[in-house]
C-alpha cells in the first residue's frame, strides 16, 4: 500500500513506462497469438491492461478515460497494436495527472468501494501497479511464442544480454 503520492508516482513512471516497451514491440499480426485455444490472446491481454487503467481508478473515484471500460470482460480488443499501445499511453498519463491533482498523502488511507470490499486508496495504487506487472509478465510469454523481442524491464532481457555482448545467463 502507498502512503506517499510520491512514491507511486515514481513506481509509476517506471512501470509504465516498462508496460509501454511492450506494448510498443507488438504487431498487428502478434495480436491473436494465445497460449491455448482457451487462454486470452496477446491483443486480449494488451487491451485488458489498457482497459484496466480507466477502469481501476474510476472505480476508486478519478476520471481516467481510454478504453470503454463500460463492459471490460466482454470488451473486443482493437486489431491495431498501435491503437492499444497509445490508449494505454493516453490512460497511463492521465493516471498521473488525476493522482496528483485529486489524491493527497493524507487521503490515500481512505478507504473507496472496490469489487465488494473497503480498499484504501493506497491500496487501489499498489494493486493497480502489481495487476500491470501480473499480466505484462503474461504478455513478455505470449510475445516469445510469437516471435517477438521482449524488452527488459528489471535487468536485461534474454535477447538484450546478446546485445551488450554477455552471455544470457541461465
Known sequence: ???????????????????????NMLTDASLAQSVSPEGRT?????????ETLAEMPTRAG????GADTGAE???IPPTSAATIASTYEGSA?????????HWTDAS??????????????????SVLIKHQAHHRGQLTILMRQAGLLVPGMYGPSK??????????PK
Open 73 to 75: 470482460e466482454n470488451s
Open 1 to 23: 500500500m502507498y502512503r506517499s503520492i510520491t512514491d507511486f508516482l515514481n513506481d509509476w513512471r517506471y512501470e509504465s513506462h516498462s508496460t509501454m516497451k511492450c506494448l
Open 62 to 65: 478519478l476520471t481516467v478515460t
Open 108 to 125: 490515500l488511507t481512505d478507504e473507496v468501494e472496490m469489487y465488494g470490499r473497503k480498499w484504501t486508496k493506497g491500496t487501489v495504487l
Open 93 to 101: 498519463k492521465q493516471v498521473t495527472e488525476q493522482v496528483q491533482a
Open 159 to 168: 535477447e538484450e544480454w546478446a546485445t551488450i555482448g554477455v552471455p544470457s
Open 42 to 50: 496477446l491483443g486480449q491481454l494488451a487491451w485488458h491492461i489498457a
